[in-house]
């Protein structure tokens, strides 16, 4: 059986395979960390065997790794098209299905927590929070929260996030899908709130201007994000792993200068703390916490 699921992952043209409990889970071209596959382990509960197999693809030139013949060019452009369709099916279920789960568990952790806490404490009125997520910060809304709007683009991550959402004092409702395009009324939301979602955003500036579009006159963006470190040597890893980083995380830049984007897109700063994130690895945790105000 084992023989027959480690052929199944090289026949897709695999790099790497992990697989948990007899199945293989993770086989998708490109993905080098077999550090992926241990978290991954983690992340579903531990349950069963764990075994990372790299360099799986068998195939050669005119043969499939099953070992079925093709014919010169014809059979070359067959395998190659077969191997893309593949790897594009293998990273939408990655990236739909497993990541948002991964990152419910990561980011559930004590020292987020505490930070998440002090983020929400002096939030007030209707806020606008971008990158929902699972509902993290649900349970930090202060009494003085009269409605959040949430912006979040996976359905599973909002199916997460309903348990947390059920027993909340505060309304939340859905407010789209695209922190880029936000299909809500200008100068309405008191605060807006964004907490480990701006490194993900693919056009932060324009982003930042629905931000400041929906705010009303002095109202007050409240985040917190990682980005770049002011240490030549963190810094020149962080430029190095971003490329694999943002296949992996969502998206996730590591070498984002927060403040300059937020002071571009209007707004001016009223509280600035930065530090390296407890327990983190430097190029993943130099973070920028604070408030900006809608000028």
């Known amino acids: 059986m084992r023989a027959a699921l480690l052929h199944m992952a090289a026949d897709a043209g695999a790099s790497l395979g992990v ?6 889970i993770l086989a998708i071209g490109g993905f080098e960390w077999i550090a992926v596959g241990r978290l991954l382990h983690d992340c579903l509960g531990g349950g069963g065997e764990l ?10 030139e ?21 191997q893309r369709s593949l790897r594009r099916f293998e990273v939408g279920i990655y990236r739909d299905r497993v990541l948002p789960r991964f990152q419910d568990k990561v980011m ?8 998440r806490a002090r983020m929400c404490d002096s939030l007030a009125g209707e806020v606008v929070e971008i990158g929902f997520g699972t509902g993290l910060n649900v349970p930090y809304y202060p009494a003085g929260v009269t409605r959040v709007v949430a912006v979040e683009p996976s359905a599973l991550c909002m199916r997460i996030a309903a348990p947390r959402i059920a027993k909340s004092t505060v309304p939340v409702d ?13 100068d309405h939301f008191d605060a807006a709130l964004s907490t480990w979602t701006m490194c993900t955003i693919p056009d932060l500036d324009r ?3 629905e931000i400041r579009r929906v705010l009303k006159p002095g109202g007050v963006l409240h985040f917190v994000e990682h980005g770049h470190a002011p240490d030549a040597s963190v810094a020149k890893w962080q430029e190095r792993i ?11 830049h590591l070498t984002r200068q927060i403040p300059t984007f937020v002071e571009r897109a209007g707004f001016e700063l009223d509280d600035l703390n930065t530090y390296y994130f407890e327990g983190e690895p430097k190029p993943f945790g130099y973070t920028f916490e604070g408030r900006a105000i809608r000028r």
């Open 242 to 252: 971003e490329p694999l980083n943002k296949r992996l995380a969502g998206g996730c």
């Open 19 to 24: 697989i948990i409990g007899g199945a293989v």
């Open 62 to 82: 005119g043969q499939s790794a099953s070992g079925h013949r093709s014919s010169g060019r014809s059979g070359r452009i067959w395998l190659d098209r077969r």
């Open 174 to 186: 859905m407010g789209g899908l695209d922190g880029e395009r936000l299909d809500l009324p200008s």
């Open 207 to 209: 982003a930042l201007a």
């Open 51 to 60: 075994s990372v197999v790299g360099r799986l693809s068998a195939t050669t």
């Open 108 to 115: 559930a952790r004590k020292p987020n927590r505490e930070v």
